[in-house]
């Protein structure tokens, strides 16, 4: 919808948080985005939603990434950074996103949006998704590798897929590992047992294993293939950039391996191990049933999420109607509007 009399809608974190915890509830705003990036997948089945390969740019302290995709209504861009520095010197979230939705009619921003939130979120509902499709329908033990902001919506998001009633959790930052402890506790209230564990038993023991780590480029894997039982199923999240890997080489050989974005999946995940035949299929075309998912009980089955723009034109999409329902945010007048649109200066500068 164009909207240029009204100028862009601003979101900043406060409205984020405030619409989804006391106008739509968390709980059900994660079912309806759930619902919103299950359309998605189908749509980019049928090519309805276009999306080019992101290109990472590399600093001494961290990457910088913008993700981009359209619609026939809507061009979205996240700018979204990975610094693993920041949580320890500066207090602040390794990973950030900034992102704008834009009218495809006109060019006309529509909404500027904090996306931080967002990200964390729309990554653990695509882990639920393939989650719901790829694991064992009685897999009830969860395991978590790297506990940090990442950890807590994927529990939240798989719990909603799953009848979890344990967790098993480790990361190397005993705070964060914790921190968490306490918050999934109070998240399942009783319905699920937390414990704190170390890397090689979360991952023998869960039926779910879930890495979301920030494994240093070039480094040893963090999740070995004698760890993983027979059914298991993998959402190797951590893992998104060239070098950077957090499943055994091995492992991705013995497994089913299905990807998020396979033109991105190849040269950042955990894909990049592997040959591009060995790439069973991207989630779409599980979702829309061109190949089958999980065929075998003790058939090991991996997610290997890179971080797909889809879900960000998606998650923007329905954030921005659900704010414009509720009032959320406030009008910006960025985008130009000279009293000329063919004479810049006669219209700032000549006046």
Known sequence: MFISDKGALLLEEQ???YLIKEKIGLKNFLLQLMESLEAGFKKFASKKITVPARYEFLFPHGSIVPMSAADDEYFACKIV?????NSIKYNMPTVMGTGILVDVQTGYPTLLIESTILTALRTAITSAIATKYLANKKSKILGI?????????HL???SLIRDINEVYAFDVDEKAAKSFKNSAERLMNGGAEIRLSNAETTSIESDILVTITNNEMNRMPVVFSNWIRDGTHINAVGGCSANQIELEKSLLERAKVIVDFKDQAIYEGESQQLPKGKIYADLSDIIV????????????TIFDSVGFAMEDLQAFKLIYE????????KRVNIAAKPRYSKNLYQSYFLN
Do not use: C, F, Q, Y
Request: hydrophobic share 30%; proline share 8%; no cysteine.
């Open 145 to 153: 590798i790297g506990n940090g902001a990442e950890a807590m919506p």
């Open 15 to 17: 409205d984020i948080v």
């Open 81 to 85: 950074n990975t610094h693993p520095e």
């Open 156 to 158: 939240h998001a798989i």
């Open 322 to 329: 659900l704010s414009i329902k509720e009032g959320i945010g």
């Open 289 to 300: 049933h061109n190949k089958e998912p999980r065929t075998k009980e003790d058939e090991v």
